[in-house]
């Protein structure tokens, strides 16, 4: 069997999945389970043949099928490492979101339906992923936000579900008019859309001004794909679907701008504008969600901020040249979230049991500012053991230091508990190990993604520096925020703060204004009464 044939084999997954969400829907409970099965059965065919696709890859590494239609406008398959890893983890979550959903939505008279769109929406993501040129992965994407749009319809009558299926609409027919306008471009440029031609030698045409224009429309795709700051709003109003939408769509679906940016990194990295808007718009969206997150009580709201939150840092990464770590980012938070929302329900537990147990909650902003000071020197020492230093890997440093900074209450339990040399030396080793975890995964997934992915770049210049210095400054503001508040929870000037802080800055509110006021939602059927006709 040809390489050729062996990656047409692996299309069979999303051809399942595909074939059981047009299949014609029928009445009754036992159809519906009926569907139920066959649809995650087809998940698990997508999940199988993505282990195929895994091994292949390891044996015949990057494979590419002639395209079945006109040159680069057409259907073709791409695999490589990129392609792997994101089709492993997509049907893995879709089979499990696919298994949830049974049980979640069994007697549901929209069970069937739901499982319809869940199969096509799977069936486009993976689709998106598979593609080997830039006509079909537009299609499909395309495909996964209509799909996704029926999902976030699927209780019609809930007012806060058509206001976000709108956001969501909005948001993504200006992403797919950035993608169409890069696809033009490309063409006029090579007369082709195929991968092998459009990412053959980027780095010679780095002076080439079209190429320039479509690097950036293509990080304005991704941005606005992955729900980034201000246009984030949609995210959040998401609830109102059932809980397996939000899973896939949190741990699966927001992930496609990121997969743009990594797929077609080659090209990005040499337009210095679109890396500088990465950045930009990465950082505040990072600051922001993880912000307002620290003061929401919804647990899925809480959740649908760090999604958007993650989604900053993964474009902070991008910008900074580090793409490597960004995909291991992507697939931890993946993995993470989709735990999360499935399980949502214990999550509240969990929470309650972390509050009552928390220590160095009302620490000493003296306290905190020493284990600030710790954890900065044990992350500047073993980030030079691995050579991640700020000048030469931006990116994974600038990660390694926020992650880092959300130990610094270890430091500070150990002061208040019994405050010796010995106890902190021993909280500092643990940050150490922690650190050490950190940079050796980085350093693994880089190697395991160099034929597919740029090599880490190092600092460009000021600019650079100026986003990393704040960022980090800014998230060390926020750790020392969440001692001084409990603190002065009665103080009326740091309750106004919460108020504005819990609301978003009032960012999604004046988004659902401009929504609702030219998109006006139809008014609310009347309730009729049907009387007897006749005498009395």
């Known amino acids: 069997m ?9 299309a069979l997954g999303p051809a399942a999945l595909f074939v059981c969400g047009i299949l014609p829907l029928s009445v009754g409970r036992t ?20 282990l195929c696709a895994l091994i292949v890859n390891a044996r015949l590494g990057a494979l590419h099928t002639p395209t079945l239609g006109a040159d680069g406008v057409g259907f073709a398959l791409y695999l490589d490492v990129l392609t792997t890893i994101m089709f492993v983890l997509v049907t893995f979550v879709g089979m499990i979101v696919m298994r949830y959903s049974r049980n979640y939505l069994d007697g549901d008279a929209g069970q069937a339906r739901f499982f319809r769109w869940l199969s096509l929406t799977l069936a486009s993501v993976l689709t998106v992923i598979v593609s080997g040129n830039l006509f079909q992965l537009a299609l499909a994407w395309i495909a996964t936000s209509l799909a996704l749009h029926q999902l976030l319809l699927f209780y019609p009558d809930r007012p806060a579900a058509v206001l976000a299926a709108r956001k969501k609409f909005v948001a993504s027919r200006l992403g797919d008019l950035c993608l169409v306008a890069a696809l033009a471009l490309i063409f006029a440029r090579f007369h082709s859309l195929d991968y092998a031609v459009i990412l053959a030698r980027p780095s010679a045409l780095a002076a080439d001004a079209p190429l320039q224009h479509v690097a950036v429309l293509l990080v ?7 729900a980034q700051f201000p246009l984030h709003g949609w995210l959040l109003e998401v609830m109102e679907t059932p809980t397996p939408v939000s899973a896939l769509l949190h741990a699966g679906i927001i992930n496609a701008g990121g997969f743009l940016l ?15 808007a990465l950045m930009i718009v990465g950082a505040v969206t990072a600051l922001f969600g993880s912000v307002v997150m620290l003061t929401q009580t919804s647990v899925k709201v809480s959740l649908a901020y760090s999604t958007i939150a993650q ?20 697939v931890a938070h ?19 049991a972390a509050s009552s ?10 306290r905190l500012i020493l284990a600030i000071a710790i954890v900065s020197s044990v992350q500047l020492g073993v980030s030079a053991l691995f050579g991640a230093t700020l000048i030469l890997e931006p990116g994974i440093f600038t990660l390694g230091a926020i992650v880092l900074l959300g130990l610094t209450h270890l430091i500070v339990s150990a002061v208040d508990e019994q405050p010796t040399v010995i106890v902190i030396a021993r909280a500092s080793m643990r940050v150490a190990a922690v650190a050490a975890a950190y940079f050796t995964l980085q350093w693994a997934a880089a190697a395991v993604t160099a034929e597919a992915l740029p090599a880490i770049r190092p600092l460009r210049g000021l600019f650079d520096l100026i986003v990393i ?15 001084l508040l409990p603190r002065h929870a009665g103080e009326p000037r740091w309750q106004a703060l919460y108020a504005h802080v819990s609301n978003g800055f009032y960012v999604n509110t004046i988004a659902n204004r401009l929504v609702l006021r030219y998109w006006p939602s139809p008014p609310p059927r009347a309730l009729t009464t049907h009387l007897p006709t006749g005498g009395a």
Do not use: E, N
Request: glycine share 6%.
């Open 357 to 366: 147990t928390s220590l160095g909650a009302r620490a000493h902003p003296g």
């Open 31 to 50: 159809h519906a389970l009926c569907m139920a099965r066959r649809c995650h059965a087809a998940s698990g065919v997508a999940f199988v043949t993505s």
């Open 469 to 483: 210095v704040t960022t980090v400054l800014g998230f060390a503001m926020v750790t020392l925020l969440q001692s």
């Open 334 to 352: 993946s993995l993470y979230k989709a735990h999360a929302f499935l399980s949502s329900g214990s999550v509240v537990d969990v929470a309650r």
């Open 262 to 276: 990594l797929r077609f990194a080659d090209l990005i990295v040499t337009s210095p504008m679109a890396l500088d």
């Open 220 to 226: 304005a795709a991704a941005l606005l794909k992955s």
């Open 2 to 10: 040809t390489a050729d044939s062996l990656l047409w084999l692996i």
């Open 311 to 330: 989604m900053g840092f993964m474009m902070l990464q991008c910008g900074l040249g580090a793409f490597s770590a960004a995909l291991l980012h992507l």
